[in-house]
């Protein structure tokens, strides 16, 4: 039983379309966040919610959207791709961003690998 | 601003070597310190962490990190390289300002035979 699922895995697309990935995490966490990886493999913040709140939001294209329905999900749309939206977009999840004796350590996903023709 | 620097981009082992991972951060205070692995086509798993307490940490697989705060570095050992333990190896850092995870820009290790 996958703890943070990610679909879909890959995904091709033309620019200018609009697209979506989700994620779901069966940890009970309550933090979930996108990073986003590129060709060089450098992983960058990008949101991050809590308890369906956003509490970071990184410098990113307001193309980029992304919906907490609820703690379990953390979904992220795409509005009028770009060439340089290609990348691995990994989802992950945190029991809690502050304070804690877990604060920081990340379950990710297997990543959604998104190309933008 | 806090920064994550992994020296190293590529490394090659051969199997049954020594491996040592440098990292190095830039931050005020101590920050939580983690190694992560990401092995192809595969999301990062967390090998092992630091917060406080003993400076030499434990993690899964085999590998160790020493944390040294005269050097700001929390540099990744294993004493017997795998060649299963070909893959990205990221350290992060994060600050007690409940900020996410920075990661450094990996390694890649590479287990020659």
């Known amino acids: 039983d996958t703890a943070v699922s990610q679909t879909p895995k890959y995904l091709v697309t033309q620019m200018g379309n609009d697209k979506s990935i989700k994620c779901e995490q069966n940890?009970?966490?309550?933090?979930m966040y996108w990073y986003k990886q590129d060709s060089k493999k450098f992983l960058k913040i990008m949101f991050s919610?809590?308890?369906?709140?956003?509490?970071i939001n990184e410098t990113v294209p307001n193309r980029f959207s992304p919906k907490s329905p609820d703690k379990a999900h953390l979904n992220l749309h795409i509005n009028s791709l770009e060439l340089g939206d290609s990348a691995v977009y990994f989802c992950a999840s945190s029991q809690n961003p502050w304070g804690s004796l877990d604060t920081g350590e990340l379950f990710f996903g297997e990543g959604s690998r998104l190309t933008v023709l | 601003a806090q920064s994550v620097t992994q020296p190293d981009i590529h490394i090659t082992v051969s199997e049954g070597a020594s491996l040592e991972l440098r990292c190095n951060y830039s931050y005020g205070a101590t920050p939580y310190l983690f190694w992560y692995v990401q092995s192809p086509g595969q999301g990062l798993q967390l090998l092992l962490k630091?917060?406080?307490?003993?400076?030499l940490v434990q993690g899964i697989k085999g590998f160790e990190a020493e944390f040294k705060r005269s050097q700001s570095s929390f540099n990744l050992r294993k004493p017997s390289v795998h060649w299963s333990d070909a893959a990205e190896y990221f350290c992060a850092v994060e600050t007690q300002a409940g900020t996410a995870l920075i990661f450094g820009k990996g390694t890649t290790l590479s287990v020659s035979s």
């Open positions: 940890l009970g966490h309550d933090t």
């Open positions: 919610y809590n308890n369906k709140e956003l509490i």
């Open positions: 630091y917060f406080s307490g003993d400076t």
